[in-house]
């Protein structure tokens, strides 16, 4: 399947046609603008390997970091992550965070030990809306595209990154949100989920 042909939303995995600011079926967001509204929450967050943060010196991360250990969020890493690090300290920070859950696996997984549905395989999708015009990939774009079907594949609600020229410029977070694939700057990720609290704090959903 190349990013062309049929929509499914990564939450329920129903199609979508048009331009929805959400998911019809299962309200996910798929714009934005639509977080202001919505009772869904972010809360299983995957780090990029650029927001290791292993001096805390960004105050969102920070937040972030703090809010994980409050249990509001979850901040989750793929395997992936300590395969790109350099450095011992970054690596023994990253190796206390939690990994991404487990694929459930028939025969294997019990319903108990917190293995999870896959998400849908969009690697082909992920690919071409990351690097469109790139026909042989680096190992590091390699890498990119693994980290983000990794995130998707388990479920999580968003990926939290530096790296905004392959992630987010030229439309590309737009892109993986006509999805339901959320990739989100520090700033941008702290300032959702404080709304959200605030919200919460005031009788919100």
Known sequence: MTEQQAVLCV????????????????????????????????????????????????????????????????????????????????R????????????????????????????????????????PTTPRLSRNQTNEVRHLTAHIRAGGHAFLTLDTSDFIKRGKQKRLAKYGIWVFTPPDLTSIIDRQLKGQGSGGA
Request: net charge negative.
């Open 11 to 90: 939450r329920c995995s129903k199609g979508l046609t048009g331009n929805p600011a959400e998911c019809p079926n299962c309200g996910w967001p798929l714009s934005v603008e639509a977080w202001s509204t919505t009772d869904h929450t972010l809360r299983r967050v995957t780090i990029d390997a650029c927001c290791v943060n292993a001096r805390h010196q960004d105050p969102c991360i920070n937040a972030l970091e703090a809010w994980d250990k409050a249990g509001i969020i979850q901040l989750e890493r793929a395997d992936v992550l300590l395969e790109e690090l350099t450095g011992d300290h970054r």
């Open 92 to 131: 023994r920070k990253m190796e206390t965070v939690l990994p991404l859950p487990r694929l459930f696996t028939w025969n294997v997984s019990r319903w108990d030990m917190g293995d999870v549905w896959a998400g849908p395989d969009l690697t082909p999708q992920v690919q071409h809306i990351l690097f």
